[in-house]
């Protein structure tokens, strides 16, 4: 780096330049990828001054290894917080953390609806097994929050905003609940990005995103990461990546920096084109409701405004006609891939039917605000706007 003070960057240096140094040996201005699995004894973590870090030395690639170094620096810039883990999914950033801080015994109080491969892994695993307890709470409202509160609660998780539902908790408010009953509080950002919410600032001591999601956002790797309180992670780093092993490969820690070259500039096009269509979604007569935290309509579109800087690219919608008619729906998209996951270039979309046969019924069925007859989700790609809406209205057309 050229200057002492990368902190007076602002967010789109950063994501280009923070430890962007250049190779020693070849002189590649790009991180190359290390894909050796063994380093001789001796190697260290440099700091920008050249001076040992504090970190652990890279030793076994599982335990550490040079891109995943390079991607950590990258994410801690941006996030905040002291010290940053990154691993190979978003379901293991967040199931390693409560693996990690929570025993037999500790409560945990978690937002409804939160991922349904974390939900899965409190409720069937962490109390299922090793008597951990386990309250899901509309976190929505804080009073909920505060309420489910034990003197053996440990932990409050939050998903901000929630997968699938758009649901947006208030983190400060939040965070003041746990800072007074001297507990931790831990945000999946996922859907937010580091770009357009800052859980730390507001109180969390604990934030995980997926980055197989928008921070990597071209679909085609896997990770996650947990950034925060470096007396945590060092436990969380021993504990769940060292023990459980979750490194992230090389070759993926190696795509979701490049990635996060031009996220600012995504994020700002993901929330510009959701918006826009958003607003023809909710004009439209066939469409019976949308859900989108930049519309007046959603339920906590003050709290969103608030919180966040934009309101990403995920759009909830149900058509009249329900079911039936999202099947049709769906066969008649072209620009759309039905398909999981978000954050892609590509735009993408899937239908919650809220019947058993959806994974996410058990979580959903709950939240009471989209029960009925199904709904779709769509993650808005950073295609043309207007030919996302022309690909909608010709299948409008169709059903
Ligand atoms: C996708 C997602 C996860 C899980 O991430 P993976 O990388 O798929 O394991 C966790 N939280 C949220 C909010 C997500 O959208």
Same mark, same amino acid.
């Given at each position: 780096?050229?200057?002492?003070?990368?902190?007076?960057?602002?967010?789109?240096?950063?994501?280009?330049?923070? #430890?962007?140094?250049?190779?020693?040996? $070849?002189?590649?201005?790009?991180?190359?990828?290390?894909?050796?699995?063994?380093?001789?004894?001796?190697?260290? =973590?440099?700091?920008?001054?050249?001076?040992?870090?504090? @970190?652990?030395?890279?030793?076994?690639?599982?335990?550490?290894?040079?891109?995943?170094?390079?991607?950590?620096? &990258?994410?801690?810039? !941006?996030?905040?917080?002291?010290?940053?883990?990154?691993?190979?999914?978003?379901?293991?950033?967040?199931?390693?953390?409560?693996?990690?801080?929570?025993?037999? +015994?500790?409560?945990? =109080?978690?937002?409804?609806?939160?991922?349904?491969?974390?939900?899965?892994? !409190?409720? #069937?695993?962490?109390?299922?097994?090793?008597?951990?307890?386990?309250?899901?709470? #509309?976190?929505?409202?804080?009073?909920?929050?505060?309420?489910?509160?034990? /003197?053996? $609660?440990?932990?409050?998780?939050?998903?901000? /905003?929630?997968?699938?539902? $758009?649901?947006?908790?208030?983190?400060?408010?939040?965070?003041?609940?746990?800072?007074?009953?001297?507990?931790?509080?831990? =945000?999946?950002?996922?859907?937010?990005?580091?770009?357009?919410?800052?859980?730390?600032?507001? +109180?969390?001591?604990?934030?995980?995103?997926?980055?197989?999601?928008?921070?990597?956002?071209?679909?085609?790797?896997?990770? +996650?990461?947990?950034?925060?309180?470096?007396?945590?992670?060092?436990?969380? @780093?021993?504990? +769940?990546?060292?023990?459980?092993?979750?490194?992230?490969?090389?070759?993926?820690?190696?795509?979701?920096? @490049?990635?996060?070259?031009?996220? /600012?500039?995504?994020? &700002?096009?993901?929330?510009?084109?959701?918006?826009?269509?958003?607003?023809?979604?909710?004009? %439209?007569?066939? =469409?019976?409701?949308?859900?989108?935290?930049?519309?007046?309509?959603?339920?906590? %579109?003050?709290?969103?405004?608030?919180?966040?800087?934009?309101?990403?690219?995920?759009?909830?919608?149900?058509?009249?006609?329900?079911?039936? $008619?999202?099947?049709?729906? *769906?066969?008649?998209?072209?620009?759309?891939?039905?398909?999981?996951?978000?954050?892609?270039?590509?735009?993408?979309?899937?239908?919650?039917? !809220?019947?058993?046969?959806?994974?996410?019924?058990?979580?959903?069925?709950?939240?009471?605000?989209?029960?009925?007859?199904?709904?779709?989700? !769509?993650?808005?790609?950073?295609?043309?706007?207007?030919?996302? *809406?022309?690909?909608?209205?010709?299948?409008?057309?169709?059903?």
């Amino acid at each position: 780096m050229l200057y002492d003070n990368e902190d007076n960057f602002g967010v789109s240096t950063r994501c280009i330049h923070t #430890d962007n140094k250049v190779d020693n040996e $070849t002189k590649a201005v790009i991180r190359p990828i290390y894909m050796n699995n063994s380093y001789a004894y001796g190697s260290f =973590v440099p700091n920008s001054d050249g001076s040992p870090d504090d @970190r652990p030395y890279f030793g076994y690639a599982r335990d550490y290894h040079a891109n995943q170094y390079y991607l950590e620096r &990258r994410l801690l810039a !941006l996030e905040g917080g002291e010290d940053c883990l990154a691993v190979n999914c978003g379901t293991a950033a967040n199931n390693m953390v409560f693996f990690s801080l929570l025993s037999t +015994g500790d409560h945990i =109080v978690c937002s409804n609806p939160c991922y349904y491969s974390v939900h899965k892994f !409190l409720l #069937d695993h962490l109390a299922g097994r090793f008597g951990v307890q386990v309250t899901f709470v #509309d976190a929505t409202n804080p009073d909920e929050v505060e309420k489910a509160v034990k /003197p053996n $609660t440990k932990i409050i998780h939050i998903e901000t /905003p929630g997968n699938p539902v $758009t649901c947006i908790c208030d983190i400060a408010a939040i965070s003041k609940i746990a800072k007074k009953a001297g507990i931790l509080l831990t =945000v999946d950002s996922t859907w937010a990005t580091p770009i357009l919410q800052r859980p730390i600032d507001l +109180g969390a001591d604990l934030v995980m995103h997926s980055l197989s999601k928008y921070i990597n956002g071209h679909g085609d790797s896997l990770g +996650g990461v947990v950034i925060g309180r470096k007396d945590l992670i060092d436990i969380i @780093r021993v504990e +769940g990546n060292t023990r459980l092993g979750f490194p992230i490969s090389p070759f993926n820690a190696w795509l979701i920096l @490049r990635g996060m070259a031009t996220l /600012p500039l995504r994020m &700002r096009q993901h929330c510009e084109s959701a918006l826009a269509i958003a607003e023809y979604l909710e004009s %439209h007569p066939a =469409v019976e409701f949308v859900r989108y935290p930049g519309l007046k309509s959603h339920p906590q %579109h003050e709290l969103a405004k608030r919180q966040m800087s934009g309101f990403s690219g995920m759009i909830n919608a149900r058509l009249r006609g329900g079911l039936e $008619t999202h099947e049709k729906f *769906i066969k008649n998209l072209r620009l759309f891939f039905n398909a999981v996951s978000l954050g892609h270039n590509e735009s993408l979309i899937v239908h919650h039917p !809220l019947t058993e046969a959806d994974p996410w019924y058990p979580i959903l069925k709950e939240t009471a605000i989209d029960a009925g007859n199904g709904f779709l989700r !769509l993650s808005i790609g950073l295609e043309d706007p207007k030919d996302l *809406i022309n690909d909608i209205e010709q299948a409008f057309n169709e059903i």
